[in-house]
């Protein structure tokens, strides 16, 4: 049986496997983000780049001993009116993201990397999802804020939780939108890895 | 500050409850389904009058004592190509619904009531989303029935866990698909209970 290392420090990700039932270790894994924000302002492009540079960052760490191995790695961003937003650094960042947001609809967009040790299969895929937010009042955001659920998630918001009262819909990959498009972890395994998560 | 009681079993609604930071109690109501589903043809018409009847049963039980609180029931079913599909009763009941929902869009309805203790008022609306599943083998949907997932569940599938794996798009509210729609339930103890979650 393949072994699986999920590359990522999103506590999210972490939560999806587990409850998918999947047996896995994680691997945290940093790479410079802000180099490559400077360098690409295609959303997608950029993070199809992050996940791969994180996956391969990850292969390099375990090195080659360790056969049948599998490694996954994501980024995620969100992408509103042409800006790129990710994690926000302050409350007060934070505040200004979810305030841009509100009443509109914006893209939750993944890049995935997956590969495997001693397999030069590198494969990158995406997924892009619109969430749109209910209207809110500024005192509702900032009571939202003070929950602390922005810290880490790109967009400042996490569906699963606090931000369930306000996101109205979305249209695309529920797990997209929580970080990980596992459909696409799942068909990637079973088509290019040979490993079948309902086998 | 008013007291808030969900008037559910499901595990999932309570979860939610829970990672949406909301202080409540949960009350256990159990109203003759069969009875309703037998009467009622319409699946938002059925899981309206379900909703509706299991909170103002919860209302008789809670008694007239407990000022400012607040109950909220749900039901959820599947629509599918006319058909309407509850919780299966059995492995085989639960394959048989997975297989017809493979590689197709069906219809999640949840209905949804809310009343006050002491306070006529009674909102019963409800939510519809569109769940898109992967297709899938004979030997993958055993695999998933086997892992338990199916059971309590209406359509036989819960979404934040093994599911994930195989639903490859929603359109419309995320939390409805769970069992809830949160963002609903925040604008109804709003505008018409006068409660602001995000308060």
Redo the contacts between chains.
């Keep these: 049986m393949k072994k699986i290392i999920l590359a990522s420090k999103s506590i999210d990700r972490k939560e999806?496997f587990e409850?998918?039932?999947i047996s896995f270790n994680t691997l945290s894994i940093s790479v410079n983000e802000n180099e490559y924000k400077k360098k690409i302002s295609d959303p997608i492009l950029l993070v199809k780049e992050l996940a791969k540079a994180k996956v391969m960052e990850a292969k390099k760490q375990v090195g080659d001993r360790k056969k049948d191995t599998i490694i996954i790695s994501a980024d995620t961003i969100v992408e509103f009116q042409g800006q790129i937003l990710g994690k926000a650094n302050s409350k007060e960042e934070a505040f200004t993201m979810i305030k841009s947001l509100k009443n509109q609809t914006h893209n939750l967009i993944t890049g995935l990397a997956i590969t495997e040790i001693g397999n030069e299969k590198l494969i990158v895929d995406y997924e892009s999802?619109k969430v749109c937010f209910?209207d809110?009042t500024d005192?509702?955001i900032h009571?939202?804020i003070n929950?602390g659920e922005w810290n880490g998630r790109a967009g400042s918001y996490s569906?699963?939780?606090?931000a369930?009262?306000?996101?109205?819909?979305?249209?695309?990959?529920?797990?997209n939108?929580i970080g990980l498009p596992?459909?696409k972890?799942?068909?990637i395994l079973k088509v290019e890895f040979n490993l079948?998560?309902?086998?």
């Design positions: 999806m409850r998918a039932g999802s209910s809110l005192e509702e009571s939202y929950s569906i699963r939780d606090k369930s009262l306000f996101i109205k819909y979305i249209h695309g990959s529920s797990s939108v596992m459909h972890v799942f068909e079948n998560l309902l086998g």
